[in-house]
């Protein structure tokens, strides 16, 4: 999914009103609202990055969409676009995307099947809801690629986990490991990704690997993350040390969630439009080559759509961010 809107991603302007908050040691963020371009646009909720977490982990975007009737906003329609330094994780709840790419992948994104998609040096893409789509709902994620392996060659992989159940319970692992799943999918860096299903007032507690942070993205239901109790589109982080989680479902329906994991990610990046590099001229860099049709992120065959122009540089040197310190 493209950043349609040209905005730096400054953490003075991220965020919620407050950015979130913390209770219980369990910190609270709130997404905000994002139209996706043009007056039917489809809206999403954007989690992160936020002014207080700008990462999980590796994990440095989240938008959370859905359910989005495409009778009435016409659903996905995004163009080829480029990206660079990531990796584009898809992750469907309902409805169906088509993909197209520079390496000349050509797929679906259906529910509970994962497409991953890997920038590195350039790739570009597009996406568009199908027609057999009538309800668009999931989410788009970004993985940020350490330095060792931000120019890595572009890569696509798709994978349907299988799922694993327990008593009240069912998880998908799409990336990582969990609850004796493992994905086959590689990563750069050590990253965990789950969809967890709780049955009405299920509860369920996972062993997690203490080197990691976590966050819980909320879908529907509410969900008490280890005492804090999450409504839907939040997003609940819990900080490295713990060794288990514990979800329970308050609601009398089932409830979905997304658990997101990873090392803590210790490099500045900088992340303009859908570039993520290391400093200001990364981006300018990065923007020009689009401009120019530059090789470096191929061309997307037999996608109806022309290219997707790059929106004006900010009047302003890009700054790097990082996570604050660790308490």
């Given at each position: ?6 905005e ?13 908050g ?7 963020l709130?997404?905000?609202?994002v ?8 809206t999403v909720?954007?989690?992160l990055p936020?002014?207080?977490?700008p990462?999980?982990?590796a994990w440095?975007?989240a938008?959370?969409?859905g359910?989005?009737?495409v009778a009435r906003?016409?659903g996905?329609?995004v163009?080829?676009h480029?990206?660079t ?9 309902s ?10 992948s050509?797929?679906?994104?259906r529910?509970?099947?994962?497409n991953l ?10 996406e568009?809801?199908t027609g057999r789509?009538?309800?668009l709902?999931?989410?788009q994620l970004?993985?940020a ?7 890595t060659?572009?890569?696509f992989?798709h994978?349907?986990p299988?799922p694993?159940?327990?008593?009240g319970?069912?998880?998908?692992v799409?990336?990582?490991e ?8 590689r990563?750069?860096?050590?990253l ?5 299903t709780?049955?009405?007032y299920a509860s369920?507690?996972?062993a ?9 993205l909320v879908d ?5 993350l280890?005492?804090t ?6 997003l ?7 060794r288990a989680l ?5 609601s009398?329906?089932p409830?979905r969630?997304v ?13 303009w439009w859908?570039?993520?590099?290391r400093d ?7 923007r020009?080559e689009?401009?120019?049709?530059s090789d ?10 022309g ?12 700054r790097p ?6 308490r």
């Amino acid at each position: 999914m493209s950043r349609t809107e040209a905005e730096t991603v400054d953490m003075a302007r991220e965020g919620g009103p407050d950015g979130g908050g913390a209770r219980g040691g369990i910190e609270v963020l709130t997404p905000r609202d994002v139209p996706l371009g043009g007056p039917r646009a489809m809206t999403v909720r954007r989690t992160l990055p936020q002014r207080s977490r700008p990462l999980i982990g590796a994990w440095c975007f989240a938008d959370h969409y859905g359910p989005d009737d495409v009778a009435r906003t016409g659903g996905m329609r995004v163009a080829p676009h480029p990206h660079t330094g990531l990796q584009t994780v898809s992750w469907l709840f309902s409805g169906e995307i088509e993909h197209r790419d520079s390496l000349g992948s050509h797929a679906l994104v259906r529910p509970g099947e994962l497409n991953l998609m890997t920038g590195g040096h350039g790739i570009s893409h597009s996406e568009f809801s199908t027609g057999r789509t009538t309800v668009l709902h999931g989410v788009q994620l970004w993985v940020a690629l350490p330095e060792e392996h931000r120019h890595t060659a572009r890569d696509f992989r798709h994978h349907v986990p299988e799922p694993v159940r327990t008593e009240g319970a069912e998880i998908r692992v799409f990336l990582g490991e969990l609850a004796g799943s493992v994905s086959p999918v590689r990563t750069f860096t050590p990253l965990l990704g789950a969809e967890i299903t709780l049955g009405p007032y299920a509860s369920l507690t996972l062993a997690v690997d203490p080197r990691f942070e976590h966050g819980l993205l909320v879908d529907r239901g509410d969900v008490r993350l280890s005492g804090t109790v999450l409504r839907p589109a939040q997003l609940g982080y819990a900080g490295p040390g713990e060794r288990a989680l514990t979800l329970r479902n308050e609601s009398a329906e089932p409830a979905r969630t997304v658990l997101l994991g990873g090392t803590p990610f210790e490099e500045e990046i900088v992340m303009w439009w859908n570039f993520v590099g290391r400093d200001h001229d990364d981006i300018v860099r990065a923007r020009q080559e689009w401009e120019d049709g530059s090789d470096r992120f191929g061309v997307v065959e037999g996608c109806p759509a022309g290219r997707l122009p790059a929106p004006a540089l900010p009047n302003a040197t890009i700054r790097p961010r990082r996570n604050p310190p660790r308490r």
